[in-house]
């Protein structure tokens, strides 16, 4: 069967970037990747790409150049890189062709994102009333489980903590200075029992990635990194999702569980066999629910984990060792791809100061976003 | 005085002495659905006025539209949100009010109540639903 190899990455840093715009971080990112992989633009045979917020990703041939590949546009909210990426493997799996392009990028305005109620299916007063608001969402999610599970606001803070210390150690990453304990359990309130600090911001940057038929990959690079899982879902009835009047009574799972296990099945590997963890992280309560969605822990056992430092870059699990979304911001279009990116120069042992020890072999990602839909990939070198 | 209605249709029961929240009911599968949904498959059903708080959180900044209640960042004062479940129907996303943040508690007794929000163009007072601690609790 067909094996999937990913042999170029390129990023352009996120954060914010003046005078520069979201299609131009994405033509920055796919010509790093290019460059990455030692082939030109001519060499593509074909490319997906999104962004939420900033333009259409096909029209960046006018710029990379107008070969005739046929650039298909993806539009998934914060999956929007994670759908880009499937589709890539999905097309290399079916044999139409050798070597691709998965692009995502994005450039938003600041502050919390406006929501549109008609356009998420919703009538207009929740929306009037002061209802609808992600920030609104986290907080009830967390502060649910928290009461049902024993996680303290402590550990809330233990991972906005790590995220600025890892970002730190990131130079693409946006927030590039740490931020203590306290200074992160006193600030601002957002939504209870959210500080400004657990929260990402919306933001701009993107990354791009080549894939490859695995038997092709010597080709391009020696250290090819193999796609052997990504999956994606929409949500089950019962989940908890942001923008919605009400819920089911009888709880069900998220739709990352069924994303998760569908990655793990197709990948033929186990939680055990994890190195390192990227995870949604819009803000510290999401990493700490995702641990347990996603199947690394049981619900709960978060508390001790993050108290004992298993989730920090030397730690058992590291998780989200390039800062996450709390560090380097949410541009929506390139957020999922960004975690593929961080496990790709892990796996490569490049990451310099953050490089997770002992020679990671296996690397899993995990994207989620409204309106309920979940993508995870696993990776190993 | 001033006149008043709901901010929408078929939202809440009113004017009235006992307002309900109007939901819906699925008569294939049972299932409650807030706000109602339109459709053959769906009886139209007054939801409990009472019910446990399931979780919540506290808005602290102004949010940005379509939320019209624009008063200056000054000005604008935290409002509690929270789900509120209704036995044996459906959880219901409300504002929280009679009640200091600081009080709120999971599985505390919640009634719903029907407040005043803001005045539209023309003068009205636009009605919102909320769910308030409950009397008896």
Not at chain 2, 47 to 63: D, E, H, Y
Request: charged share 20%.
């Amino acid at each position: 069967m067909t094996e999937v190899a990913i042999v170029g990455i390129g990023i352009h840093p996120f954060g914010r970037t003046d005078g520069v715009s979201g299609l131009q971080q994405g033509v920055h990112a796919a010509k790093e990747a290019l460059s990455d992989a030692e082939i030109e633009w001519k060499d593509i045979e074909f490319a997906y790409g999104g962004s939420s917020a900033a333009g259409s990703a096909d029209t960046m041939v006018s710029e990379l150049g107008l070969t005739g590949v046929p650039f298909m546009n993806v539009s998934n909210g914060c999956a929007t890189g994670g759908s880009a990426l499937l589709s890539a493997y999905t097309t290399i799996k079916s044999g139409q062709f050798d070597i691709g392009m998965a692009v995502g990028f994005d450039k938003h305005p600041r502050g919390a994102f406006n929501a549109d109620p008609e356009a998420a299916g919703l009538q207009k007063w929740y929306g009037e009333t002061g209802l609808m608001l992600t920030t609104q969402f986290f907080g009830m999610k967390i502060q649910r489980y928290m009461h049902d599970y024993g996680i303290s606001s402590d550990a809330l803070a233990l991972v906005a903590e790590k995220a600025f210390n890892n970002g730190s150690l990131n130079p693409n990453a946006w927030r590039r200075d740490p931020v203590s304990k306290e200074d992160i359990l006193n600030g601002m309130m957002v939504s209870d029992p959210l500080t400004k600090f657990m929260f990402c911001s919306p933001a701009e940057g993107a990354v791009a990635l080549i894939l490859c038929k695995a038997d092709l990959a010597n080709k391009y690079t020696t250290k090819p990194l193999f796609l052997k899982g990504a999956a994606f879902r929409s949500r089950p009835l019962g989940s908890f999702e942001v923008f919605s009047p009400s819920l089911e009574i009888e709880r069900g799972p998220s739709p990352t569980v069924g994303a998760s296990k569908a990655t793990f099945e197709m990948a033929g590997i186990s939680h055990e066999d994890i190195d390192l963890a990227q995870l949604q992280d819009t803000e510290s309560g999401a990493e700490i629910m995702h641990m347990a969605e996603n199947g690394f822990c049981k619900d709960g056992d978060q508390e001790k984990m993050l108290q004992d430092g298993e989730t920090k870059i030397d730690g058992k699990l590291p998780v989200n060792t390039d800062g996450g979304c709390i560090a380097n911001g949410e541009p929506v279009g390139a957020s999922g791809l960004r975690q593929v990116y961080e496990n790709c120069v892990q796996l490569r042992g490049a990451a310099g100061k953050r490089q997770v020890p002992n020679n990671p072999k296996t690397a899993y990602t995990h994207v989620y976003g409204a309106p309920g839909i979940s993508a995870c990939t696993i990776i190993t070198n | 005085m001033s006149t008043q209605k709901p901010i929408a249709d078929n939202l809440f029961t009113w004017p009235s002495d006992s307002p309900k929240l109007i939901g819906s009911k699925d008569s294939e599968t049972g299932r409650y659905f807030f706000p109602a949904k339109n459709s053959n498959q769906h009886e139209r059903v007054e939801l409990s006025s009472k019910g446990k708080l399931w979780t919540w959180t506290v808005q602290r900044f102004l949010p940005k539209t379509p939320y019209i209640d624009q008063v200056s960042p000054e000005d604008f004062k935290p409002y509690a949100v929270g789900y509120i479940e209704l036995p044996g129907e459906i959880m219901v996303e409300s504002r929280i009010v009679d009640i200091d943040p600081a009080d709120l508690e999971i599985g505390m007794e919640m009634e719903l109540t029907i407040e005043p929000f803001i005045k539209n163009d023309e003068g009205e007072e636009l009605m919102i639903f909320a769910f308030k601690p409950s009397k008896n609790s």
